[in-house]
């Protein structure tokens, strides 16, 4: 016999009652992007490979050594599976000239794809919601953007997640503090580890985010590039600073924070947390002015985020957030041909009115369906039998509360099920 076939190392199935949490969480971020403008745009999954040696960084990590990347075999094209959104997005924002009238605030889901280790909170497909500002120079769509954040975790009722920043600067005030650092580091070569060394001349600034614990001191003595920010630079950097601060929000400057696409300029954040182990970046971004330039389009000034759905998910159900599964409303139980027909037409007059309906299928005793009546979290099951088929009648029966079921008219089961569910709620409300 043939070996059964498995889902590919790090990309995992998402199964129901999960699948449903994930689309409970999915309709509160698209209500939470609506009320902040922003609207949905949606790109392919595999891009021109060259889109993102150019948008990330040849000498990335994600570039290098991440990429799923192949050649079409019909044309010869080099093509990837996208490692990240903001590329593609900006792309498709230049092929389609969306900012001719003016500035966009666009958002997207959807699953990214780099070729990392796996372990918990870091696998080969992760989901991500990407937000991008395009247009807007000031600061206040940085601090905008960081408040929008926190506003998503008050909704979702997390808590424990923190905010660092930091500003990159311009590229002329990096280049002055990559040659500083560079110097620094080739003086204290022999305590770089392995991936110290093979970044210090074609990615310095990523050494400065080392997690190892043996290079902590190297790096907190190395030149920070805050102190080479020239006046414009500084004023952005206090003017997003002064913004969260008349918020109220809390937050730490983190002077070794970088990020790891190239693209970045200015403002740079990420929202952490000590409850996922090594993965505890939650959400990260920032300003990305240069990047529509680069990629072949007129200079505007951008900004964005990303945050990790998977790493959403798993702090949501450490901390006992995570939504229920949805249950219908309905449930019909039924025996018998006749009762076959009439449960069919019960069920179709009660989607009719809105309901939520789940029939059985698969035969089985009134008590047997009844059990997954029950478990089915349904608040009412309608039964259907013979008796009940001649005289052209269902029985109703709640499954939360204790009364008793009672006889209504195949003709004002629709009525009788909507004043049964809903009535009851606005008797409540009404009190």
Known sequence: MSQTLQAIRGMNDILPPEAERWE??????????????YRPIRMPLVEPTPLFARAIGAVTDIVEKEMYSFTDALNGEALTLRPEGTASCVRAVLQHNLLYDGPKRLWYMGPMFRHERPQKGRY???????????GLAGPDIDAEQILMCARLWDDLGLHGITLEINSLGQPEERARHRADLIGYLEKHFDALDDDGKRRLHTNPLRILDTKNPAMQALVEAAPKLIDYLGEDSLKHFEGVQQLLKDAGL?????????????????????????????????????????????LGGKRAPACGFALGIERLMALLEAEGELPASPAPDVYVVHQGEGAVRLAFRAAEALRDVGCAV?????????????????ASGAQLAVLIGEDEVQKNEVSLKPLRVAIEQWRVPIANLAEAVSDWLYGRDEAVNED
């Open 358 to 374: 789940l029939t059985h299928m698969g035969g089985g005793s009134f008590k047997s369906q009844m059990k997954r009546a029950d």
């Open 24 to 37: 409970a969480f999915e309709e509160l971020v698209r209500d939470w992007l609506f009320s902040y403008g």
């Open 250 to 294: 809390p937050y730490r400057i983190n002077p070794r924070l970088v990020r790891g696409l190239d693209y970045y300029n200015l403002t740079v954040f990420e929202w952490v947390t000590d409850r996922l182990g090594a993965q505890g970046t939650v959400c990260a971004g920032g300003r990305y002015d240069g990047l529509i330039e680069q």
């Open 124 to 134: 080969r497909q992760f989901h991500q919601v990407g937000v991008e500002a395009l």
